[in-house]
């Protein structure tokens, strides 16, 4: 493995601290995520290349919400679907451009996109989960995946 | 000074424009363009800026083909990338090109303000 769990908290603690100016801790007991009911959303960036695979981050609705009303500099309730998907999309964007450069070089980076729904299973085919992180974040779940293709 | 930020992120632009603001570019004229193509339309008819801090990854036209026709057609605008994309493939060919500087994201306000201080002084 080209990359170690540190590096990818290092990238999403970044991203906390300077996107969104809010903590992101280390979630201290993982949870199984069949065990949410909640509304969830998961922004996907696609790699391809030496390294092929996926970097996703998911998140209750809530959260991805509060998170895009920071990044617009509004209150949570005025912040609309569109725009609740575009900052996740970011999001995703910004970490997997970091977890890129990780990498071997010549990897090449998907715009991303963002999906939602309750107790959904986001599947990258031919893959397995290389790394798994959960944090939370103003009492929410963030989960972030590294799905490796092994075609 | 006249600011074009070009991003296909509503919210990365909302960022950059509130950043330039803490990095003490409040009083520049800022212009947003969601693509390359849209950029080059704005051009085309008359804006002017001094510099424009371009993303990298967009539909359409990416950053590096953006500044490429830059270069070309409104050779004193100078363009910067504001990118996701960190690995040195990708600042070599930014350099290469010509580009003013490449930040990764995420930024801060120091470190927008170390990219364009050599730029617009």
Not at chain 1, 110 to 130: D, M, N, Y
Not at chain 2, 30 to 37: D, I, M, N, Q, R
Not at chain 2, 75 to 104: I, M, N, W
Request: aromatic share 6%; hydrophobic share 45%.
């Amino acid at each position: 493995m080209q990359f170690e769990d540190d590096q990818i908290d290092s990238i999403m603690q970044a991203i906390w601290t300077s996107v969104l100016g809010i903590e992101l801790a280390e979630e201290a007991a993982p949870v199984h995520e069949d065990a949410l009911d909640s509304i969830f959303m998961t922004s996907c960036v696609h790699i391809a290349g030496p390294w092929s695979g996926a970097f996703t981050v998911a998140c209750p609705q809530v959260l991805a919400r509060k998170c895009a009303a920071l990044m617009f500099g509004m209150e949570v309730d005025a912040v609309s679907d569109d725009e609740t998907n575009d900052a996740l999309g970011e999001i995703a964007n910004i970490a997997g451009g970091n977890f890129k450069a990780l990498l071997p070089s010549g990897c090449l980076l998907s715009l991303p996109t963002v999906v939602q729904g309750i107790k959904h299973r986001f599947v990258v085919p031919s893959s397995h989960v290389a790394s798994q992180r959960m944090y939370r974040s103003e009492g929410d779940l963030l989960v972030v995946k590294v799905l490796e293709r092994k075609d | 000074m006249k600011i074009m930020i070009v991003d296909d992120s509503k919210a990365m632009r909302m960022i950059i424009v509130r950043t330039l603001r803490q990095a003490g570019y409040g009083d520049h004229t800022l212009v947003e363009a969601a693509s390359g193509p849209e950029a080059i339309g704005k051009l085309s008819k008359g804006e002017d800026p001094d510099v424009i801090l371009c993303d990298w990854n967009m539909p359409e036209m990416t950053g590096l083909d953006l500044l490429k026709r830059v270069k070309v057609e409104w050779p004193k605008t100078k363009l910067g990338f504001v990118t996701s994309e960190s690995s040195d493939k990708f600042r070599s060919a930014a350099a290469q090109e010509g580009a003013a500087f490449f930040l990764c994201k995420p930024f801060t306000p120091e470190g927008l303000k170390a990219a364009l201080s050599p730029v617009l002084g």
